[in-house]
T-cell receptor, first 114, second 114 residues
């Protein structure tokens, strides 16, 4: 069965500092992996996805994530945090045919200090 | 309208009321989903529809009744709810035949049961 673990329910960084949000997954087959972002009073928005092509995936707003099979990890990074990055971030995994069953992590809330 | 829309955005209802949530996707997708998002809990998949047919019912109580008249519209009928049903209800859609599996979310309906 597939599962997702996000390490740290809250992460706080200073503006301009590196953002690192951690995600580990479990899947019995090569997975599809996603990072979504949710701003207050909004739905989830896709940041980036891994679909077995390049292991380093670039997304919107300067975010990227690296798929590491040996570590079963898909951590999200951004070199320099901006105040507008403050939001909740969700890692998700899907390995079922058609992608109907996507499992989401519990989320990590990112705070950015001025 | 573009993307995935949900109405109403906010709903307050008593435990004896009957109400419905509406979701519409303007993306030409074939699959639609209902999720429940409660504070401090992971996103919970409730129902999945593929080409109007229900493919997943994640042990959801019968007081929640979904309806999918066509691939663009999804409803969630609510009756005799409990206070613990208060949450953000998110609708999503995806194009499963594309092989990319990402989901597009609406802004959600904030439901409060009194």
């Amino acid at each position: 069965a597939q599962s997702v673990t996000q390490l740290g329910s809250h992460v706080s960084v200073s503006e301009g500092a590196l953002v690192l949000l951690r995600c580990n997954y479990s899947s019995s087959v090569p997975p599809y992996l996603f990072w979504y972002v949710q701003y207050p009073n909004q739905g989830l928005q896709l940041l980036l996805k891994y679909t077995s092509a390049a292991t380093l995936v670039k997304g919107i707003n300067g975010f990227e994530a690296e798929f590491k099979k040996s570590e079963t990890s898909f951590h999200l990074t951004k070199p320099s945090a901006h105040m507008s990055d403050a939001a909740e971030y969700f890692c998700a995994v899907s390995d079922a045919p058609g992608g109907f069953k996507t499992i989401f992590g519990a989320g990590t809330r990112l705070f950015v200090k001025a | 309208e573009t993307g995935v829309t949900q109405t109403p955005r906010h709903l307050v209802m008593g435990m004896t009321n009957k109400k419905s949530l509406k979701c519409e996707q303007h993306l030409g997708h074939n699959a639609m989903y209902w999720y429940k998002q409660s504070a401090k809990k992971p996103l919970e998949l409730m129902f999945v529809y593929n080409f109007k047919e229900q493919t997943e019912n994640n042990s959801v109580p019968s007081r929640f009744s979904p309806e999918c008249p066509n691939s663009s519209h999804l409803f969630l009928h609510l009756h005799t709810l409990q206070p613990e049903d208060s949450a953000l209800y998110l609708c999503a859609s995806s194009q499963t035949s594309s092989g990319s599996y990402e989901q597009y979310f609406g802004p959600g309906t904030r439901l409060t049961v009194t």
